[in-house]
């Protein structure tokens, strides 16, 4: 399978040097805007010089399979855009839509195009996931009632080594014209999982959604906190963060006890699952890298001329459902 990748930052590379353990996987082209990025990421996973392109619609000069989009935020849109036009399958990186005004508009396109698309929810495909929802299907922790998840870090820098900190005003966390803040940058998750939990048995469909935040300097949501309550009476409390680290633990209540994951979002190679009923089990794991799950994936409904996700991750049903309530989300937050 052959893969041309958009950008060079972190989440590109993570994801690049993932794919080099994959069998029957390969990079064949690299686009992305800053020479030095190109440079080095050409060098590390020994891309072809004439494959290497400072402008992302050149990579269409290439001859590949399928686009990975590991760019900014704000970017996602313009980048699926070009690349549905021109028939070429796509794993975009979330949020692969800032809004569903724009969802809505570039779906309907890709559905005519049939073309494979899909959002990058890396943690959907980790084993991790599926051995979750086994749990709570063999109700080892009886009926769920409640899924409560504080996912975030902090990204101010620390002055003269002490408590003190500043914003960073040029991270693209920090700049809302870039597509920063809490909620579009890591919100996706918890709503992602929390729809996934409700939605496990039998259909839910969203009651009431109440949400809060703190808008920073810059203009973005640094921390905002959201409370779902659906139709079954199956409650979501979840917190997102920028400015603040939280412990990052996932926890699912039910009727017997309560399900704990340390790493629901990018569990390790070691990654454990804590049960805590009459009994307290722990499932000890060990698995291979993250992004190795949904290449795997990706690749096979590509092979299978799959074009909608079928299995893990996200279908195109779900996408919209949580982009609508990531809208709902910023909406309270910044009304």
Same mark, same amino acid.
């Given at each position: 399978m052959r893969w041309a990748i958009l950008g060079a930052g972190n989440i590109a590379n993570k994801f690049a040097e993932n794919l080099k353990q994959v069998e029957n996987s390969k990079i064949v082209s690299i686009a992305s805007r800053s020479s030095d990025k190109l440079?080095?990421? *050409?060098?590390?996973y020994n891309i072809e010089k004439d494959n290497c392109? *400072?402008?992302?619609?050149?990579?269409?000069?290439?001859?590949?399979?399928i686009a990975y989009v590991g760019?900014?935020?704000?970017?996602?849109?313009?980048?699926?855009?070009?690349? *549905?036009k021109n028939k070429k399958n796509i794993l975009s990186e979330k949020p692969a839509f800032l809004n569903l005004a724009a969802f809505k508009k570039k779906i309907?396109? =890709?559905k005519k195009q049939k073309i494979f698309f899909m959002e990058s929810m890396m943690?959907?495909?980790?084993?991790?996931?599926?051995?979750?929802?086994e749990i709570i299907k063999n109700n080892e922790i009886g009926e769920i009632y409640k899924f409560e998840y504080k996912l975030g870090f902090d990204i101010r820098k620390k002055f003269l080594n002490i408590y003190k900190k500043k914003i960073d005003f040029l991270s693209r966390l920090t700049d809302p014209r870039l597509g920063g803040g809490a909620i579009n940058?890591?919100?996706?998750?918890?709503? *992602?999982?929390?729809?996934?939990l409700a939605n496990?048995?039998?259909?839910?469909?969203?009651?009431?959604?109440?949400?809060?935040?703190?808008?920073?300097?810059t203009g973005v949501d640094e921390h905002a906190d959201a409370k779902i309550i659906y139709d079954n009476k199956f409650e979501a409390k979840l917190t997102v963060s920028i400015?603040?680290?939280?412990?990052?633990?996932?926890?699912?209540?039910?009727?017997?006890?309560?399900?704990? =994951?340390?790493?629901? #979002?990018?569990?390790?190679?070691?990654?454990?699952?804590?049960?805590?009923?009459?009994?307290?089990?722990?499932?000890?794991?060990?698995?291979?890298?993250?992004?190795?799950?949904? #290449?795997?994936?990706?690749?096979?409904?590509?092979?299978?001329?799959?074009?909608?996700?079928?299995?893990?991750?996200?279908?195109?049903?779900?996408?919209?459902?949580?982009?609508?309530?990531?809208?709902?989300?910023?909406?309270?937050?910044?009304?």
């Open positions: 440079k080095e990421f *050409s060098k590390n392109y *400072s402008n992302y619609e050149d990579i269409l000069k290439s001859n590949f399979d760019l900014i935020n704000n970017l996602h849109e313009e980048i699926i855009d070009f690349l *549905s309907e396109f =890709i943690y959907l495909h980790h084993p991790q996931t599926n051995k979750i929802f940058d890591i919100g996706c998750y918890p709503i *992602s999982f929390s729809n996934k496990l048995f039998t259909e839910n469909k969203v009651k009431e959604l109440i949400c809060f935040g703190k808008i920073g300097l400015n603040k680290k939280q412990d990052c633990l996932a926890i699912v209540y039910g009727s017997k006890g309560k399900l704990l =994951i340390p790493d629901l #979002i990018t569990p390790k190679k070691n990654y454990s699952i804590i049960v805590k009923a009459k009994k307290e089990n722990v499932y000890n794991f060990f698995g291979d890298d993250l992004y190795t799950y949904i #290449i795997k994936d990706v690749q096979n409904y590509i092979l299978n001329r799959v074009c909608e996700p079928n299995k893990n991750g996200l279908d195109w049903s779900e996408m919209y459902k949580n982009i609508e309530m990531l809208d709902d989300w910023k909406a309270q937050v910044f009304k």
